[in-house]
């Protein structure tokens, strides 16, 4: 697993980049910004990008899943049209700015998150958690649905006669964390961001976590796994 210090990047490596193919995941903020830092993920295998404040992450986040093409806003008391400052973001190999409506919704489906608390609704099971959601997105997939839960729960040392029918309320933050895991594993994105991956683990469950990558590149090959871990802030 590659590691890295977003403050030790080049944020300059988007500008320089040529040929973004090779990018699963690029962030370069705007150039007034210098309170943030640029990103860049080759695609393929297990990455770690450490260090991040709270704000650096939210602001990388919004740009992943908000992310809006640039606009034109009207200068002061209604001067000239000028570019609004945004940051430019890569993703598998794509501009978003660059993209129309259609093609970034299509971009955004081949990208997962699991956020520190698991992302689950409060009113389903686990079972519910997991299958709903790939369902609706892919129904064709719900044939096999169970054999593959039940295989992935059981190769990350869980129970899934215990699991799957508990409520969220009922689980530790453990098991929120590893049932969101197995709905986004069932999805198969080719890029996969994960928030504070140990957050609000003990050390037996921060074990347990550190075979999440390898599941993950197991059921997805090629696939590129990021994990985004914070620093608290002061």
Known sequence: MSRGDPAAQSDTALRRAVDVKGVALGYEPPADDRGDVGI???????????GLSATQKAKL?????????????????????RSEKRAK?????????????????ALRARVGFLPAHG??????????????PLGFHYPKRLKDAAAQVHGLLTELRADPQALLPK???????????????????????????????????DRAERAQVT??????????????????????EV
């Open 40 to 50: 860049w993920i080759p695609a393929g295998g297990s990455h770690c990008v450490g």
């Open 89 to 105: 973001l890569v993703l598998l190999g794509a501009e978003l700015d660059k993209l129309g409506p259609a093609e970034r919704a």
């Open 211 to 232: 075979e999440f990558p390898a599941a993950y590149l197991a059921s997805c090959p090629g696939g590129t796994f990021v994990q985004l871990d914070g620093t608290p």
């Open 119 to 132: 992302g689950l609704l409060s009113n389903l099971n686990a079972w519910e958690n997991i299958v709903l």
């Open 61 to 81: 986040l919004a740009a992943v899943i908000e992310h809006r093409p640039e606009r034109r806003a009207v200068g002061p008391q209604g001067g000239a049209m």
């Open 167 to 201: 409520l969220p309320e009922r689980m530790s933050p453990y098991e929120k964390k590893l049932t969101g895991y197995v709905r986004i594993l069932m999805e198969k994105p080719e890029l996969l961001l994960v928030e504070d991956l140990r957050g609000g683990l």
